[in-house]
Nanobody, 117 residues
Framework: QVQLVESGGGLVQAGGSLRLSCAAS????????MAWFRQAPGKQRELVAR???????NYADSVKGRFAISRDNTKNTVYLQMNSLKPEDTAVYYC???????????WGQGTQVTVSS
């Protein structure tokens, strides 16, 4: 079982920056496909960014050029650097870990990001 704990959310003005962190428990982190999703009120959860074990990344079109996902396998942690934030980025952000060997899917509890205009 993998536990994911997000941190770093908060309230920021439009144009500002935040960095989210997601710490994972257990072994095997370096092999997991890690991702950040978000869910705004009344909307479906959507993929924001993903990073696989070899470091390759992909992003939602809406955040390309503004957000950057990274991972530190020595700390079992994945990050989401969010720059040039917009009010439409307001959502609960969730960390996700996907273990191909199960396969198994794990989720964090979410962290609120609010961007004021």
């Amino acid at each position: 079982q993998v536990q994911l704990v997000e941190s770093g959310g908060g309230l920021v003005q439009a144009g500002g920056s935040l960095r989210l962190s997601c710490a994972a428990s257990g072994s095997g982190f370096s092999t997991y496909r890690m991702a950040w999703f978000r869910q705004a009120p009344g909307k479906q959860r959507e993929l924001v960014a993903r990073i696989i074990s070899d470091g390759r990344t992909n992003y939602a079109d809406s955040v390309k050029g503004r957000f950057a996902i990274s991972r530190d396998n020595t700390k079992n942690t994945v990050y989401l650097q969010m720059n040039s934030l917009k009010p439409e980025d307001t959502a609960v952000y969730y960390c996700n870990a996907y273990d191909d060997s199960g396969p198994q899917d794990f989720w964090g509890q979410g962290t609120q990001v609010t961007v004021s205009s």
